[in-house]
């Protein structure tokens, strides 16, 4: 009896590891395609002159990125006009715009919080799959508020938040992240206090370009896309 209830643990523990596995390369397959339309795209300018001119610290850059992933948030958790898929907060750096963002380990170098320059932020959107918003009513003092918040956590090296857990700093996904700054550190917003109705709009991208948020202050979407 002792020896069948090994070979049951030893057995169950191939399996675990089995799609422990399997879960890794399918990211490791995603992330192979991902790189290739990033370099087929990577030519395809994003963003013009006037456009960065338009730009001011504390803004949210919205993409829309490549991958299975992305097809699934793009699908489910937009509304039937827009399909951004990933978020992160805009900031000046040496004179230069950069990008403070949480990714999972699976699809970066760096797992949760990190920063990036924003040409190579943009080299991972579609093409004319992109906007930039910003907080109603934002100052520059209180943009600059936003990137200083956004910098804390990037200095914790906060990780990612896989398992969806809103409410709680010590792990966050991008949205997440920034919520979490333009509510509950700054109170520059106000989302809903009811748990059901906090996360709807945790758990969507819709958020991110709800006007009772937010001002479009960029959007490279087809005009038609908007009709």
């Not at 699908?75 to 900031?91: A, F, K, P, Q």
Request: one cysteine or more; charged letters at 30%; a positive charge.
């Amino acid at each position: 009896m002792k020896n069948i209830s090994v070979k049951i643990v030893i057995y169950f523990g191939i399996f675990l590891l089995f799609l422990l596995g399997g879960f890794h390369l399918f990211f490791w397959v995603d992330r192979k395609q991902e790189v290739k339309l990033v370099k087929r795209n990577r030519q395809v300018a994003r963003l013009t002159r006037q456009d960065i001119a338009k730009i001011k610290e504390g803004d949210i850059i919205l993409r829309r990125g490549y991958g299975f992933f992305s097809d699934l948030i793009a699908e489910r958790l937009n509304d039937s006009v827009y399909d951004v898929t990933h978020s992160g907060i805009l900031y000046l750096k040496d004179n230069e715009w950069w990008v403070i963002h949480s990714l999972s380990a699976d699809a970066s170098d760096t797992d949760g919080m990190q920063e990036q320059p924003l040409r190579e932020f943009l080299t991972y959107s579609m093409p004319e799959k992109m906007m930039i918003v910003r907080t109603k009513n934002t100052s520059e003092v209180q943009g600059k508020k936003i990137v200083e918040r956004a910098k804390y956590y990037l200095a914790k090296r906060v990780p990612f938040d896989r398992v969806g857990e809103i409410d709680e700093p010590s792990k966050m996904y991008c949205t997440e992240m920034i919520w979490q700054i333009l509510d509950v550190d700054l109170k520059l917003i106000v989302l809903p206090k009811n748990p059901e109705e906090r996360k709807r709009v945790f758990y969507s991208m819709v958020g991110m370009y709800d006007p009772t948020y937010f001002d479009i202050i960029i959007n490279k979407y087809p005009v038609n896309s908007a009709d």
